[in-house]
């Protein structure tokens, strides 16, 4: 009876506690459910676009550590008896119960992202919008669904939208990391370049080199945007910032090895687009740059052998066809070279050289008739420079066939578009002799002694010798 009244007290404080702790219970559990549904009522993200950089990969899910063994010994921790501790049940699988929850929304924004991916590399940008929208519903910080948003928003046209949705991206925390920050910031760049925003995209490409020197995308987007303000070498810059920071790119050794041929350095062209070849033995404009570096350097087997492979890939290319014709003209494959160079006028009807070449080639397997009329469109509708090769070939015709006054005419037209053409001056000073004006032919002999002694020699034999 003594004891009844400690006992009450002591099963009452027992009650007080249980119901503080149900009470601590049931507000968690009504704080999850409301979490839950606001989660899946926030409204969908605006839809951001899609540029040219290619989608962010689905990020890896962070590393789960095991579970550390328990120590002998502290298999007991101190705390409450037993029958309290199975009122405190329920709080743990409260607790549970949110972690639960929220792994399974992280679950579903990651398949839903991982959807949109798929759904961009089909080419369903509409689907892979749709995904992503569905991600950031689930978790608004999921930079790369961001960045992804963007670019598909671009590929549908809503470039101004997708920039939206590619600074959103760069705000983010997960931006810390640096190769991730460089790919969100070439993304803003190109939107904004599209979007008309040149500056931002300049600082943008910039920043993605400063996170990422190795982001080769950023890189030959600002490199092409410097070339086509005339800046050169300010391109030429920013790809060797790619480069001297490792990225082993064979699209930035080709992009370099442009700007040299360009610049008029056969050897560094000729280097860059071998590195080139050796990242990617495939990469087309490398082979190109190769084949018109052999053609400068008289090595024409090479020259051929290279362009070749890339006519097969760009059949469509005159400059190429052309350029191939050069080279089996210069091998001796005059009817290889005619059949290119007609594939080159096919394609350009006005090609600058093609006509004047075709000319040579026809020349040279004495198809003398074909060559003075391939010669004659060419001094029609050719450069400045197949011009005077094309009057001077026709010169050289009509001397041949004693038209004199035919041929004075032609070398003098070639001479006014070239006063250094040799040949020119030594068929000029033939016609003039063969007219009998002395005075023209030896003052065609003076020049070609300030030109080329031998010619001059060769003529003023001729003309001592009437």
């Known amino acids: 009876m003594y004891c009844a009244g ?27 459910v409301v979490l839950a549904l606001f989660l899946r009522r926030v409204p969908a993200p605006p839809p951001p676009v899609a540029p040219a950089p290619a989608p962010v990969p689905e990020p890896e899910p962070e590393p789960v550590l095991p579970p550390t063994l328990v120590e002998a010994g502290t298999e007991n921790a101190a705390g409450p008896p037993t029958a309290l501790r199975d009122w405190v ?23 839903a992202f991982a959807r949109g991916i798929a759904a961009q590399k089909s080419g369903d940008h ?64 190109h939107l904004a370049l599209k979007t008309g925003a040149r500056d931002e995209a300049v600082a943008a490409f910039e920043e993605a080199l400063r996170a990422d020197a190795r982001q080769a995308a950023a890189a030959l987007e600002l490199a092409s945007l410097w070339n086509s303000e005339g800046k050169p070498e300010k391109a030429l810059a920013a790809l060797v910032v790619a480069k001297e920071a490792g990225a082993e790119s064979a699209a930035i050794y080709t992009a370099v090895a442009v700007h040299w041929w360009n610049a008029g350095d056969i050897a560094k062209a000729q280097s860059n687009a071998d590195d080139a070849l050796r ?34 890939a760009r059949p469509n290319d005159a400059d190429l066809q052309a350029a ?5 003209d210069k091998l ?11 594939r080159a006028i096919a394609l350009a009807p006005a090609h600058r050289s093609a006509h004047a070449q075709r000319g040579v080639a026809l020349e040279a397997t004495g198809d003398v008739e074909r060559a003075r009329l391939a010669y004659e ?16 070939k026709l010169a050289v015709v009509a001397y041949k066939d004693k038209r004199w006054a035919d041929a004075r005419t032609l070398a003098e037209a070639a001479i006014a578009a070239d006063p250094k053409s040799v040949q020119a001056r030594y068929v000029l000073g033939l016609a003039c002799f063969a007219l009998g004006d002395r005075k023209c032919a030896g003052e065609q002999e003076y020049q070609l002694t300030l030109l080329d002694a031998q010619r001059a020699a060769d003529l003023r034999k001729l003309i001592s010798e009437e």
């Open 332 to 342: 001796g494959r005059h009817q290889d070279a005619i059949a290119a160079f007609d």
């Open 126 to 189: 509409a689907a892979a919008i749709s995904a992503y929208r569905e991600a950031l519903t689930i978790d608004a910080g999921m930079a790369g669904a961001w960045t992804n948003l963007a670019l598909a928003l671009d590929a549908t046209g809503n470039s101004a939208e997708g920039l939206e949705a590619a600074r959103k991206a760069v705000s983010l925390p997960a931006m810390k990391d640096a190769k991730r920050r460089a790919h969100a910031m070439h993304t803003v760049g």
């Open 6 to 32: 400690p006992l009450q007290s002591t099963l009452a404080h027992v009650d007080r506690t249980k119901r503080i702790i149900l009470s601590f219970v049931v507000a968690t559990v009504a704080f999850t």
């Open 279 to 312: 990242i990617d033995p495939n990469e087309i404009e490398a082979k190109a740059i190769l084949g018109w570096c052999f053609l400068a350097q008289k090595r024409w087997g090479d020259a051929a052998q290279r362009i070749d492979e890339v006519v097969r």
């Open 377 to 392: 469109i060419a001094a029609k509708s050719g450069s400045s420079e197949s011009v005077a090769a094309s009057q001077m």
């Open 89 to 111: 049940a329920p709080e743990v699988l409260a607790a549970r119960e949110a972690a639960r929850l929220a792994e399974e929304l992280r679950a579903k924004s990651r398949d």
């Open 324 to 328: 191939l014709g050069f080279a089996y």
